[in-house]
């Protein structure tokens, strides 16, 4: 074997050790990165733990609606209108908990009016149904449409087994949900930041 030979399988080996140990260290630095990086992110449990949201809702304009997540469930934050506020008065025959009396979804003390919230404008709540656990859909706008009844005043539609909510969260008669809509614990850190899974501290 010629010595030009020889150099070239050496130089060869030699590349293949440094590319071997280089893809090696680069390896172990990810894996030491990695577990670095992922301390500063919420643990699993942190998440399931449900730690309380703030929700800035200083832009919801009337009418306007926002979805935060809590407890991995989505929660509503709507701007209810004068007219959607007014409607409401108007429901209470037709509804099978006007009063938010039932307790498999209890209703927080401060919710429990008709409105179903601290500041009459602003409903806070659970966007899934109580039936078997869909995510019912914005149906605003007033008057009849498909689905809905012809004096229909504006609401939530679960469009898997037809349960309908107000604009309060509260179902109406003879629908397969067997509750309202929950209200989940919050409170007003300002006039316009809500925090939400926490109730006010006494």
């Not at 229909?152 to 969260?169: I, M, N, V």
Request: hydrophobic share 40%.
């Amino acid at each position: 074997m010629s010595e030009a030979t020889v150099d070239a399988t050496v130089d060869s080996s030699r590349r293949t050790w440094l590319i071997t140990s280089c893809a090696m260290g680069g390896v172990g630095a990810a894996a030491v990165a990695v577990p670095f990086v992922a301390s500063f992110q919420p643990s699993e449990r942190a998440k399931a733990a449900g730690a309380a949201v703030e929700v800035d809702i200083s832009a919801l304009a009337p009418g306007e609606k926002v979805t935060v997540e809590w407890r991995g469930k989505p929660v509503w934050i709507m701007r209810r209108t004068e007219a959607q506020l007014a409607a409401l008065e108007q429901l209470d025959p037709q509804l099978a908990d006007p009063e938010s009396k039932r307790t498999a979804f209890p209703t927080p003390e401060y919710a429990r009016n008709r409105h179903r919230s601290i500041k009459p404008e602003i409903l806070v709540a659970v966007g899934i149904c109580t039936h078997l656990g869909c995510s019912p859909g914005d149906k605003f706008t007033p008057g009849p449409q498909p689905s809905l009844p012809d004096d229909w005043q504006g609401g939530f539609f679960c469009a898997c087994h037809g349960s309908t909510f107000d604009l309060a969260g509260r179902v109406f008669r003879n629908k397969p949900a067997p509750d309202n809509l929950e209200i989940p614990p919050h409170h007003y850190v300002s006039d316009t930041v809500l925090l939400v899974g926490e109730e006010r501290s006494a």
